[in-house]
């Protein structure tokens, strides 16, 4: 960690963390009903033995709940979902021709409302708009904020700085989840919804000092001395950005007075120097490229592997299981730890965070493509164990399977994907191409969280017993490790998708 931290400068880690606070909301409100559910839903006063007691000395006279049936309820849930698919396929398309600081503004105002009509609500279709909001925020900030990363992170540690995504999402979840443990009683729960809006609030007021992105402003706005000013800024005053700017195709970004000052130490004929120096060089029309759409990047024969790889890549982060764990480790862990159920999701979100900080620098040490397939057969072998277990009542090798599940996905899965779809395509196709990434996302996150307890229920009901749908997982990560083999290429040291991908660079 030291190492990756090294040469950083303290106004990267400003820009990162406030860029951060989009996929921390992400997490923050994809979980923030898990904990208050049924005091929300008039069901019951207070959830835990710490909120039952903190309602009894409450001097509120009538319960403040959204009296709603179950199927209201998982139509609150799943709005979110639905507002992060539309928000990811937009955000891609409005961030490649707005920028990426505009982006992040839009997202935190998504936020902000969203938040806000969720604290005052007091009715099921006033709920349902406000988590379609902050879903729409959270989809687009899946989509924009590891492109800013990837952009803002010094070449060799965009691994390291792409898992802050991932860290950030979960620190979101561990968040609201501990809201959740003391805030479940009473009228309590709004101080949750409310907490959003001050998050919100803090990632609006950052954002005014966040730059735009270099790499967009060289290759869209075709202003590259404002770029190599910026991206001199976050690398610090006696950094050479030379390479990175030379990477932008689009010309150094030196002054005009600069560049006859070297010219002038030149040992070459001042004449041709000038004329060679001072004119735009032969690969500045990528600049000038038109950024390609969301259909475009498909029917287009260069970008389609690299979209086949991040859809992959994708659906393998969620069908390999993980949201079972997250999203009904209540229930499915009732019986195996002597704890309450609202501790042990803590328990679940601190272990997935704690990795995911822990195993951050290693996607730049040991490669992308190693760190995927070590989650996934990691994740595959304790879907195996985990499903032995149940099946045979191994109640203290379940809950180790569990744990050893959630870190294996924090050492590959949860981190890597976010970060890949700008390394696989260059500037003019990324932001298609992470829509098309997160959009893949949340579809199989929709199928997982409605599919899981209706086949668990099904599989358990015909064969007996319970545990068989892990089997399931332990096939998916078999597949998946044997798609990521073949069509997932190594981008860690790669200067760009066309070293990635072993052709000549394209300047048309």
Request: proline share 5%; charged share 15%; glycine share 8%.
């Amino acid at each position: 960690m030291a190492s990756a931290l090294s040469d950083v400068t303290p106004y990267l880690v400003v820009l990162v963390a406030v860029a951060t606070l989009g996929p921390l909301q992400f997490g923050y409100h994809l979980a923030e009903l898990n904990a208050p559910e049924d005091v929300i839903t008039c069901h019951k006063k207070a959830v835990s033995t710490l909120d039952k007691l903190m309602s009894l000395g409450s001097k509120t006279a009538a319960a403040d709940c959204i009296p709603m049936s179950r199927a209201a309820f998982a139509a609150i849930s799943a709005i979110f979902t639905l507002g992060g698919l539309i928000g990811a396929l937009a955000a891609g398309p409005f961030t490649s021709r707005r920028g990426r600081r505009l982006s992040m503004q839009a997202t935190a105002m998504f936020y902000l409302v969203g938040s806000a009509i969720e604290t005052l609500a007091s009715s099921v279709p006033v709920m349902v708009v406000a988590r379609f909001l902050t879903g729409i925020g959270a989809g687009a900030s899946t989509v924009i904020v590891p492109l800013y990363i990837s952009e803002v992170a010094p070449p060799t540690k965009r691994g390291f700085f792409g898992a802050f995504t991932q860290i950030s999402i979960n620190l979101g979840i561990l968040f609201t989840q501990t809201l959740g443990y003391f805030l479940s009683h009473d009228s309590a729960w709004r101080w949750i919804f409310g907490t959003g809006v001050i998050v919100a609030l803090a990632q609006g007021l950052g954002l005014l000092i966040v730059p735009e992105s270099p790499s967009w402003t060289a290759n869209v706005k075709g202003d590259v001395v404002r770029a190599r000013r910026a991206l001199q800024r976050i690398r610090g005053r006696h950094t050479n950005v030379d390479e990175e700017v030379e990477a932008w195709g689009a010309g150094d970004g030196k002054p005009p007075g600069e560049r006859e000052r070297l010219l002038a130490r030149s040992d070459s004929d001042s004449a041709e120097a000038t004329a060679g120096l001072l004119s735009p060089p032969p690969t500045a029309s990528r600049s000038q490229k038109s950024h390609l759409g969301f259909v475009q990047v498909v029917r287009d024969p260069l970008y389609r592997p690299a979209i086949t790889a991040v859809v992959g890549i994708m659906f393998a982060q969620q069908l390999c299981g993980i949201n079972s764990i997250v999203m009904y480790s209540v229930s499915l862990l009732n019986d195996l730890l002597p704890i309450s159920s609202a501790l042990l999701t803590i328990i679940i979100s601190v272990i997935n965070l704690g990795t995911t900080i822990a195993a951050s620098p290693l996607p730049d040490r040991f490669g992308r493509k190693t760190c995927l397939l070590t989650s996934i057969i990691g994740q595959g072998s304790s879907s195996l164990a985990l499903a032995l277990s149940i099946r045979f009542g191994f109640k203290i090798m379940s809950a180790i399977a569990v744990l050893l599940f959630v870190a294996f996905f924090a050492l590959g899965l949860g981190p890597v994907p976010f970060i890949m779809a700008s390394e696989l395509v260059g500037p003019e196709a990324v932001g298609a191409a992470q829509s098309w990434a997160l959009a893949a996302s949340y579809i199989a996150t929709f199928l997982v969280a409605y599919l899981f307890p209706i086949v668990n229920e099904a599989l358990n009901t015909a064969l007996g017993g319970a545990g068989w749908v892990y089997f399931i997982f332990a096939g998916f990560a078999l597949l998946w490790a044997a798609f990521v083999t073949r069509n997932v290429p190594e981008t860690r040291g790669k200067k760009d998708a066309d070293e990635v991908w072993g052709r000549t660079r394209r300047t048309d």
